[in-house]
């Protein structure tokens, strides 16, 4: 488990990754304000791995998951702070609390690349496998996070065996990124997926359950 | 359809409804930084009126929405603004580019009411269906938006008939809410799910596809 140290926050008044937007309009002649910030589309990948009938998710440790938890612990945490403050925080809980189970996924930062292709390095950075473009098959996309981002999911589906394995994975450490690949075999998933004790998206809960209905009726008896 | 007009952005730089932190921690001996937002948790319901087996949904024009759509248009609008600066938007595409399906949904910011306390009084405001609590099954819950907010949603199955519906819904115009209930009959529903004309949230593509596989079936033969 990793060792999460030295906590601090402070109000963010400016950010290379938050970037806020104010959109003023009328709406059937009533004049309104939205605030909502700029992000980038993404992919996800449900992977599952063929020659052991599991599954392949990544889990990593969320800054903004754990300060939820810490304020659910201490709800004064982020009140009637001034724009300067700074604190750190005492008795952290464990790092545990803000570690999720997460599909493999990247945000769409390349415009020279196709969604697939994104897909195809992100399934190789994070969890260690190639897998050719024509391996990923598109579930569906939608929305995300409409009140405030309203980015674009797509999310892909793709099959891989031991033999296309050839590094760890676990993301660029030199970006920052500490990620831990979990398999989840077929058999456990669903309750995997319905257990609200372990963390995840729902990205997870609902891919599992569209292999289920999708997958799962073809896959060769054992 | 909305008529939405005069429509402008600027950098947003302080907001109540944004609020940026930064956590700065040590990760295995590793000094990091992350930036997120604080947020409240949220419920959102699968509601299904079985007087005319059909789904309730929202639908309302989401401005995070539309401006990626903006955005994907205009690549530049977004780029190397400074923080005074102040643009309306020429030519603005139709508003219905902005508009989502959505399941019945909000935030949990009253701590004194339960968290199905709380789904049913959105139930009402928005889709107008006067629900008793105890008509309210959990499905399950999971984190959202895991970079940024991180914030729990917890999903609700709601059953509902014509009878419990008092009022029209739409919403709190007082709030700004202008909401459009929108009725999807269930055997159109799969199809509707998978649609990627219509843009939607995933929660309506996951509680759909877990109605086929935990309702549907005990549902009595027509």
Redesign the interface.
């Known amino acids: 488990m990793?060792?999460?140290?030295?906590?601090?926050?402070?109000?963010?008044?400016s950010?290379l990754?938050?970037?806020?937007?104010?959109?003023?309009?009328?709406?059937?002649?009533?004049?309104?304000f939205?605030?909502?910030?700029?992000?980038h589309?993404s992919v996800s990948v449900l992977i599952f791995n063929t020659s052991r009938q599991c599954f392949v998710v990544v889990k990593q440790?969320?800054?903004?998951?754990?300060?939820?938890e810490v304020?659910r612990q201490h709800p004064q945490l982020?009140q009637n702070r001034d724009k300067e403050s700074f604190s750190r925080l005492e008795d952290p809980l464990p790092a545990v609390v803000?570690v999720?189970y997460?599909l493999c996924a990247g945000i769409v930062d390349k415009p020279h690349l196709s969604l697939e292709e994104i897909a195809c390095e992100e399934i190789l950075e994070e969890c260690g496998y190639r897998v050719p473009v024509t391996n990923l098959k598109k579930i569906?996309?939608?929305?995300?996070?409409?009140?405030?981002?309203?980015?674009?999911?797509t999310l892909f589906y793709a099959e891989v065996t031991d033999q296309m394995r050839t590094s760890e994975g676990g993301g660029q450490p030199e970006e920052?990124e500490?990620i831990e690949v979990v398999e989840i075999p077929l058999e456990d998933s669903m309750k995997f997926?319905?257990d609200?004790t372990l963390?995840?998206?729902?990205?997870?809960?609902?891919s599992f359950?569209?292999f289920?209905?999708n997958i799962a009726p073809k896959l060769p008896k054992k």
């Open positions: 990793d060792a999460i140290e030295e906590l601090a926050i402070q109000p963010c008044t950010s990754y938050l970037r806020p937007f104010r959109l003023t309009y009328r709406q059937n002649g009533t004049k309104k939205w605030d909502f910030m700029r992000t589309d440790f969320r800054p903004a998951v754990y300060m939820c304020e982020f803000g999720t997460e569906t996309s939608y929305r995300s996070g409409v009140g405030v981002t309203g980015s674009r999911q920052g500490l997926a319905y609200e963390p995840k998206t729902m990205g997870v809960i609902f359950t569209w289920q209905n």
